[in-house]
């Protein structure tokens, strides 16, 4: 198997280390444990992670899609590949257009979550869940297989189409689950107690999907079957920043319950799921959710690996090292969990370091440090078809060198708003932005070739 031996002989390139002793030592451990759960082809299945209860030798569909990023940066997206194109192989009419939930070791659904078609575990926002991954995956890793392969856009149709209108008994234009269908057609990624007839967390992966979708269709041009699902994303999002708030409390509703009342308690992943999938943009109504999951937090280690992801993504530092240094603590019950050693790895770097691609040729950077964290530096980190190394110093200073591959066009960004950045030392005029959680960056555009190292700055040397 000489190609998954080149592929395991790539993996886990990536290092780090900053001013924080705890920190440094928890990536290490959450490299090591990560790789520990990846397989390089000796299996049925060809190259695929854990991504499920370790005595399982499984993967599932939401730890997948959430471990896809850390796999990314551990060098394993053809594993994550390998794995997408698993559960888009297996939508099938006989089970209303879902695919298995979880896949073992020997290319089996595993028989813990599928007795038959007609009895099986499905969570229902996994296949909007599987297209918004396979956009990350496009962004980071360049690959136009999740551009262009005609399984992959079989999948995204089917699910778009013949699976939404198979689930959507009631024609509202949302998923729902019923309890006459057992655990086949749950309507959140919340396992425990309520099943209700919508969570918040189906309604918010639509969106995701829905505009994952648009976002893919667009770069193949499909232009108008993107206006229909950016229309029906941004209708989906409506409805649930106006119905779904909860005026008296002040926080959304987690669930819709079987009579169509709302569960006004607190219901986790219908709670904090849509600010991982950006689904509120009204700033008012974001401030006060992203409050709500702070006095609330998560139960179980596998909701916790979501808090980094969401609250970097909204400019909550503080809050979002925190959960980060607790994920690597030894102390932390269920660390050995897989979730919790991928998502580590890439919540440090598409997090903290705020590394990003664009499918093509551009990669930004926005540090996100602490005050506590003076400086933090990632270096062999491949992201599309290049290993570059990033070092910030704090949120004023980045450094950016390409270790190998084509030039890029560095786009470095800063949280402040300036008019002036310094390009190693020259001031150049920079550009503005505003952020999802109405932060003003500025950036400029710098290209970047080969053992090429530059540096920017929002003051000037000396």
Known sequence: MPYEREVESQAGAVTFQSSDKELNEGFVWAKRQALEYAHFGEDPVGLWYEAALPAREAFCIR????HSTGAA??????????????FAENIAESRDWCTYWEINKDKVPAPVDYESDEDFWYNLPANFDIIDASLRQYLWTGDNYYLNNSKLLDFFSLTLNEYTNTWDKDGDGVLEY?????RRGLATFNEAGHQPLIGGDMIAAQIAGYRAFVYLARLRGQTEIAEVYATKAQDLKQRYEQEWWNEEEGRFFGAKLQDHSFLTGYNAEGTFLPLYYGSVSDPEKLYKALEDVKIHRVANVE???YLPDIFYRYGQNEEAFSELKELVNPSLERRDYPEVSYCVIGSVAAGLMGITGNGASVISTLPRLTHSLAWAEMGNIPILNRNIMVKHMGNTESEVTLQSGKPFVWKATFPVNTETLYHNGLAVASQQETTEGGEQISFISVKVAEDE??????????
């Open 303 to 305: 909701g916790k690996t």
């Open 73 to 86: 940066v551990l060098g394993l997206r053809l594993h994550t590949k390998n794995m997408i194109m698993h």
């Open 63 to 66: 730890d997948v899609m959430h």
């Open 453 to 462: 190292i530059h540096r920017v700055s929002i003051a000037q040397e000396g």
């Open 178 to 182: 019923y309890p006459e269908y057992g």
